[in-house]
């Protein structure tokens, strides 16, 4: 029974934080990366952050390098998005999605078709 569970979304101001939370169960989360996604109206979707969970290796899109900070707690099986420095473009719902790691995987894996369990979303809204 694989579950993905996100929260932490919410309503803030310019310039300020989030954390958002990606709890898995269901499969082996040591042998997947998660990649952070989100989609805003208008906007293509964007691949905001990833993690390698069993080494974790990490990558942060352009838009967002230096303001979130993606981590992983292994024990809970639960990835992290610490949003800093919030503005009103990171407004949009944010999705986690877990992609099995084969050996020949590149990482990260950009292609959202490709990714295998998908949380519902959580919604972000910063207003300025």
């Known amino acids: 029974d694989v579950q993905v569970v996100e929260s932490g979304g919410g309503l803030v101001q310019a310039g300020g934080s989030l954390r958002l939370s990606c709890a898995a169960s269901?499969?082996?989360?040591?042998?997947?990366?998660t990649g952070w996604f989100r989609r805003a109206p208008g906007k293509e979707d964007e691949g905001v952050s990833y993690?390698?969970?069993?080494?974790?290796?990490?990558y942060y899109a352009d838009s967002v390098k230096g303001r979130f900070t993606i981590s992983s707690d292994n024990a809970e099986n639960t990835v992290y998005l610490q949003l800093n420095s919030l503005k009103p473009e990171d407004t949009a719902v944010y999705y986690c999605a877990f992609v099995k790691v084969r050996p020949r995987s590149t990482f990260p894996t950009y292609n959202i078709y490709e990714y295998d369990f998908w949380g519902q979303g959580t919604q972000v809204t910063v207003s300025s």
């Open positions: 269901g499969f082996t989360f040591d042998d997947y990366a």
């Open positions: 993690i390698n969970n069993k080494d974790g290796t990490t």
